[in-house]
């Protein structure tokens, strides 16, 4: 029975996958929105230092690929908890793990930073490792 029924839905799906497919270059030149003014609301909202450089991408940047000196951080991992300038402990786990920042969902930042606060309550120092 579930052979039959995915033989007849087979056109419907393939007309759907193909109306609504995104091709690489469409979701490789996805543009940030953010502008000048939420820049400042971010660093008002999470206690962003005046000697941490927020910018907004050029319309040739993305993620993946930050100009020098930069790295991109996604409002919801501050939301998570992640502070700029940002924690040592955070900096030898993203160095150890060789990662970007932007490579850690949200929800991992929320359970590095969860992690490095209960061993900081209870008067334990928390290593990255391996």
């Given amino acids: 029975m579930r052979e039959s029924l995915d033989k007849r839905d087979a056109p419907a799906a393939k007309a759907l996958d193909e109306e ?3 091709s690489v270059t469409e979701v490789s030149m996805a543009r940030s929105r953010i502008t000048v003014e939420e820049l400042e609301d971010i660093r008002l ?18 993620a993946d690929d930050p100009p020098e ?7 919801p991992t501050m939301q998570q908890g992640l502070r700029l300038p940002m924690h040592q402990f955070f900096h030898e786990v993203i160095k150890d793990w060789n990662l970007a920042p932007f490579q850690i969902t ?25």
Avoid at 45 to 62: F, H, M, N, Q
Avoid at 108 to 130: E, N
Wanted: proline share 8%.
């Fill in 69 to 75: 000196g930069f790295v991109a951080i996604y409002k």
């Fill in 45 to 62: 909202s999470y206690d962003i230092l005046a000697s941490v450089t927020l910018r907004a991408p050029g319309p040739e940047e993305r």
């Fill in 20 to 22: 609504h497919r995104w």
């Fill in 106 to 130: 949200p929800n991992g930042w929320g359970q590095m930073v969860a992690s490095y606060r209960g061993g900081s309550d209870v008067g334990r120092r928390l290593y990255p490792y391996r």
